[in-house]
T-cell receptor, first 112, second 113 residues
Framework: RKEVEQDPGPFNVPEGATVAFNCTYS??????FFWYRQDCRKEPKLLMS???SGNEDGRFTAQLNRASQYISLLIRDSKLSDSATYLC?????????????FGGGTRVLVKP | NAGVTQTPKFQVLKTGQSMTLQCAQD?????MYWYRQDPGMGLRLIYY???????DKGEVPNGYNVSRLNKREFSLRLESAAPSQTSVYFC????????????FGPGTRLTVL
């Protein structure tokens, strides 16, 4: 089993609709979690960190479920510019510092 | 403030050739990383440097070597390139022991023929 797993998609979303997808992780000791956005052939950029209580940033909501070991990302009122690949990142403390493990990404295509 | 820079942006090598990918950051970060990204796969860690003077293997270190030249620079060397090393390589940096974000360079697209 992969340490961090995501549905690769693509999720085809009508403009203005809501889309949500999850990311599961296998290491229960993982401490912090992030969602990164990656546009085609570009570098990943931080979208948002995921906090235990859940957090919202504009149209984006991230939630963490430690009991079931998954995080989720919800996008409301989807825009064409939201089309991208969303990478789940899990941070785990190891002897040498922090280990970041990336999921394979979920591709979202927002269509008019 | 350029962030993380990488050179070259594109490179084509023949099997068996060697090359070094350069990475530099101007954010005074302690930790630096090298990843590769292949189609349909997430980023896989090749090597990382938690702080100046230290380097450690990641998930896929075979065929690569690294040098943390100073706090700013972290290079990745392919001693004898193989077609399996065709990939996009990203360098990244972040503060050590923090929950802060990781900043990525623009990537190097490497093709090995």
């Amino acid at each position: 089993r992969k340490e961090v797993e995501q549905d690769p998609g693509p999720f085809n979303v009508p403009e203005g609709a809501t889309v949500a997808f999850n990311c599961t992780y296998s290491n229960s000791a993982s401490q912090s979690f992030f969602w990164y956005r990656q546009d085609c052939r570009k570098e990943p950029k931080l979208l948002m960190s995921v906090y235990s209580s859940g957090n919202e940033d504009g149209r984006f909501t991230a939630q963490l479920n430690r009991a079931s070991q998954y995080i989720s990302l919800l996008i409301r009122d989807s825009k064409l510019s939201d089309s991208a690949t969303y990478l789940c990142v899990v941070n785990t403390a190891v002897a040498a510092g922090n280990k970041l493990t990336f999921g394979g990404g979920t591709r979202v295509l927002v269509k008019p | 403030n350029a962030g993380v820079t990488q050179t070259p942006k594109f490179q084509v090598l023949k099997t068996g050739q060697s090359m070094t990918l350069q990475c530099a950051q101007d954010m005074n970060h302690n930790s630096m990383y090298w990843y590769r990204q292949d189609p349909g796969m997430g980023l896989r860690l090749i090597y990382y440097s938690a702080s100046e003077g230290t380097t450690d293997k990641g998930e896929v270190p075979n065929g690569y070597n690294v040098s943390r030249l100073n706090k700013r620079e972290f290079s990745l060397r392919l001693e004898s390139a193989a077609p399996s090393q065709t990939s996009v390589y990203f360098c990244a940096s972040r503060e050590r022991y923090s929950y802060n974000e990781q900043f990525f360079g623009p990537g190097t697209r490497l093709t090995v023929l």
